[in-house]
């Protein structure tokens, strides 16, 4: 039977629509930073809606939730966070929500403890940084997604497994760049102690200028203490992560004759067209990063 004059139009309309016209029934899950974010895409699939609250290059420690944030995750079926008191803004945050399902990722992770400042002995909450809590994070994904969306169980569990395969393959050449340096010079000089995870899987030995970026960052001892250590242990470069000013690495540098060997990359993910979009990227530049400036003066 030929269409209608009516019916032709109705098929036009709908042809011109926007895929997001025929998604509004989609799993919507809100997460509180963009690392966590890229994970959970992989995991979930294209199926599902992934947003993250706070948006790439934000530092998400003191981060301040607007009203715009609570409207966006208001409609949300599922909340994933970090935990381990990384953000530290986020229990009011989702009481605000209501009702809404959330799940912390960091459940099952053994943390390393904080050494030194106002949270020494508490958990440091960096845990993604390092292969096997990133691993622990897949799968409470997994399990999170599983508890709001059971018919897809099977797809989430087939992701999961295949995102783990990458990322345990994506380990071992970066522990090699690392592993060709003498081993005087593997150590990691940080502005912010967040990279505690990452250190041990790569074999580096740690300094940084604070542990955590919701502390007191940059103060005169904290850049005297690891200008000590740099001279002691004539450390070759210094680095800091994206989110927070470069300038007291960048005073170590100068005052102990190390190079700033650039930026490194923790709390926050960049825009599509950026250096890191994605997890594994953000892995990848940054041990890259400390590969190359610990052997740029060898």
């Given at each position: ?58 530092e ?14 208001s ?20 009481a ?58 099977s ?60 502390d007191?960052q ?36 100068r ?44």
């Amino acid at each position: 039977m030929p269409l209608t004059r009516r019916a032709l139009l109705l098929t036009a309309a709908l042809t011109l629509l926007p895929l997001s016209a025929f998604a509004e029934d989609r799993l919507k899950v809100v997460t509180t930073f963009t690392v966590i974010a890229d994970m959970a895409r992989n995991v979930a699939g294209e199926g599902v809606e992934v947003v993250s609250v706070t948006k790439p290059g934000a530092e998400i420690h003191g981060y301040e939730p607007t009203p715009q944030d609570i409207v966006a995750a208001s409609d949300a079926d599922l909340v994933l966070w970090n935990g381990m008191n990384l953000e530290v803004w986020f229990e009011q945050f989702l009481a605000n929500l209501g009702e809404v399902p959330s799940a912390t990722l960091s459940d099952g992770v053994e943390p390393i403890a904080i050494s030194a400042g106002n949270y020494e002995g508490r958990p440091n909450p960096h845990a993604w940084m390092g292969l096997g809590p990133a691993l622990i994070y897949v799968d409470n994904i997994a399990k999170a997604l599983t508890s709001v969306d059971p018919d897809n169980a099977s797809i989430y569990a087939a992701n999961a497994e295949a995102y783990k395969a990458k990322l345990t393959a994506a380990l071992g050449p970066l522990q090699a760049q690392i592993a060709a340096l003498p081993e005087d010079r593997r150590w990691l000089v940080t502005c912010e102690g967040a990279f505690s995870y990452l250190a041990r899987d790569l074999g580096l030995q740690e300094l940084y200028l604070w542990p955590i970026n919701a502390d007191q960052q940059g103060s005169p001892r904290q850049v005297q203490a690891v200008i000590d250590g740099v001279r002691t242990h004539q450390i070759p470069a210094v680095f800091c992560e994206s989110t927070v000013s470069s300038d007291p690495a960048e005073q170590v540098a100068r005052e102990t004759g190390a190079a700033f060997g650039g930026v490194l990359y923790v709390d926050s993910l960049s825009d599509g067209d950026g250096p890191v979009p994605t997890y594994l990227d953000l892995l990848r530049v940054t041990t890259e990063t400390i590969a190359k400036g610990l052997a740029a003066t060898e």
